[in-house]
Structures are given as structure tokens and as C-alpha cells.
């Protein structure tokens, strides 16, 4: 009985009116992701405070080398005794990629150079700094007002990161097609461009409309054939995100999506991943903010913070 009460009440505010102090572009936005799943923001590109996040994220990859290990290595797969793994695109505890020798520690590696050349990552994912400008970025103004929007309440953000992809051999879990399943009824991530992308540096597909739609739902992966087939290259809804630095795309990702593989170079992605507040679930695991830096947001960016995110 509890379960149908909290269904039910999980429904409510889709599809609500916008509310009447929305903007026009804002209403714009909102109408855009209603009809297809997605919407682009371009309000940041080639403006100054992203070109300073840009250079800040570049220093913390590259120099403090920052991210979460134990970090996946293509070189230490082998393509007989990994090829369980391989089925299922690594899609396996950490532990047990541990157990199988398939990863390596921050001790493991002496420079970011050392790293790339040993180990070849296909992923380094690095958690949301403590810092005033990654957090006002992650929450902007605009981006809320259409989250709350297309949500009828005032989420949380729940994850937070960024992740640099590198060209790779072998597909891990994302680089397939698949639907989120943080949230049944209310899910949004923002995707935060750090460099411009390409189909050869991993742009981002997506397939408008599919949030509702009852195809490709009885496994959790799909190859490009599969997906192709009905929503082939190039047609309407196939969505293939090139697009300049300090793009955002906002998407409903209990749509049809998957992260393309970089062929050269590679590409730096922020994350935000948008829930409603759920009783009795901590989330300082996903990220956590000092409170100066708390304090610094505006208060309607405050609110998007569990507090069990909050430390010091
Ligand atoms: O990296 C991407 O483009 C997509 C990531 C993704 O599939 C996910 O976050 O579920």
C-alpha cells in the first residue's frame, strides 16, 4: 500500500505548467526537453568563467591527478582469459576487477604521461572538486529553472563528477546503449562539455523520444545494430552531439543513450545527475561540499545539496 502511495506521489508534477515566473527561454528550453528527451544550452560557450574551469580541470587531471583509482587498464586485458569480461562490457564490481589483476592505484603510476603509456585508460572519473566555480557551473540558473520545470519540485543533485575518455580496444559498460535506472519516474543528467566533440572524439548520442517508448527494455545493453536498425545514422531521432566547448545538453536519461569512443584525442565531460530527495539515502558518497563553499552558492542553488553532502 505504502509502494502505490509513494508511486503515485512520484508522478505528480510532470507535465505540470511551467510556472509563471519562467522565462522565455527558459519556457523555451522546457518545451524543447518535453518533446524530445533533450535540450541543448550554449549560454556558456566562449565566455570567460568557462575557459577558467577549463584550464582548472586540465591542471587537476593532468598534474594533480586527482581521480578515483583503483582506475581500469585496456593494457591488462587479454582477449582469451578476460572474455567473460568482456561479454558483459566490464560491468562488474571494482573488486572483482581488482581480484582479476585489471587495475591499477595512484602508486602504481609516476606521471600522467607514465599512466596513459602503461595502463591506457579508457576512463578516469574525477569527483566534483570542492570549489565555488565547479558548483555554481553544475547548479546554473538556467539549468535549474527548466530542471524544476520539467520536474514540478525542486530536486537534488545527487552525483557529481567529471570524466576524460580516451581512445580504447575494448567497450566498458556506457559505451553501449542502455536507459539509466537511478529514478523510475523523475531522472535528469546534465552533460557538461569541456572540449568541442566530433564523432571521431566520442560525441554523445542520444535517441529523442524514447523515455516513453516500450522498445529495447528486456536487457541492459544494445549494440549500435540493434539500435540502428530502428533508429538508423543520420535519421531524426538518432541524436549525435557534436558541439562546441561549454555546451550543456540536458537529457532524460531513462532515454536510449550511449558515451561514443573517442577514435583520437579525447574528450572531458562533466556530470549531474538530478533525483528527487529521497528519505534514509546518504550521498556523500557521490560528492561532498565544504561549508564555505556551501555558503558561497545562492540559496536556490543551496537547496539542490543534501546535507549529508555537507562537511566541516
Ligand atoms: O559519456 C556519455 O556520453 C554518456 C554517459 C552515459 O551513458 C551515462 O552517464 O549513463
Given at each position: ?9 512520484a508522478k ?187 564523432v571521431d572524439?566520442g560525441a ?109
Amino acid at each position: 500500500m505504502i509502494k502505490v502511495i509513494l508511486e503515485a506521489g512520484a508522478k505528480i508534477g510532470r507535465k505540470a505548467s511551467p510556472p509563471e515566473t519562467m522565462g522565455p527561454v527558459a519556457k523555451a528550453k522546457l518545451d524543447s526537453l518535453r518533446d524530445r528527451g533533450f535540450v541543448m544550452f550554449d549560454h556558456l560557450v566562449g565566455t570567460p568563467e568557462f575557459a577558467k574551469i577549463q584550464a582548472d580541470l586540465k591542471k587537476r587531471i593532468e598534474g594533480e591527478m586527482k581521480f578515483e583509482f583503483p582506475c581500469l587498464a585496456q593494457t591488462r586485458i587479454d582477449q582469451q582469459k578476460h572474455a567473460d569480461l568482456i561479454e558483459r562490457s566490464f560491468r562488474v564490481p571494482a573488486s572483482e576487477l581488482e581480484r582479476r589483476g585489471l587495475t591499477f592505484e595512484r602508486s602504481d603510476i609516476h606521471s600522467y604521461e607514465d599512466l596513459l603509456e602503461r595502463f591506457k585508460p579508457s576512463t578516469l572519473k574525477l569527483l566534483m572538486p570542492d570549489d565555488h566555480d565547479y558548483f555554481s557551473l553544475w547548479l546554473d540558473p538556467l539549468l535549474l529553472s527548466v530542471i524544476e520545470g520539467y520536474m514540478g519540485f525542486q530536486p537534488i543533485l545527487r552525483e557529481a563528477y567529471v570524466r576524460r575518455n580516451f581512445p580504447c580496444s575494448y567497450k566498458v559498460m556506457n559505451h553501449n546503449w542502455h536507459r539509466d535506472t537511478n529514478h523510475q519516474h523523475h531522472l535528469l543528467k546534465a552533460f557538461i562539455f569541456f572540449n568541442e566533440c566530433y564523432v571521431d572524439t566520442g560525441a554523445h548520442r542520444y535517441i529523442a523520444g524514447s523515455v516513453d517508448s516500450p522498445l529495447f527494455r528486456d536487457k541492459v545493453y544494445y549494440s549500435d545494430e540493434e539500435i540502428e536498425t530502428v533508429f538508423p545514422n543520420g535519421s531524426n531521432d538518432h541524436i549525435i552531439s557534436e558541439v562546441p566547448a561549454g555546451t550543456i545538453i540536458l537529457e532524460d536519461t531513462r532515454g536510449l543513450h550511449k558515451a561514443g569512443i573517442p577514435q583520437r584525442h579525447y574528450r572531458d565531460l562533466g556530470f549531474a545527475v538530478f533525483v528527487p530527495p529521497m528519505l534514509f539515502r546518504g550521498g556523500s558518497e557521490y560528492f561532498t561540499i565544504s561549508k564555505s563553499v556551501h555558503a558561497s552558492l545562492m540559496p536556490g542553488q543551496q537547496a539542490y545539496i543534501g546535507r549529508s553532502n555537507i562537511i566541516g
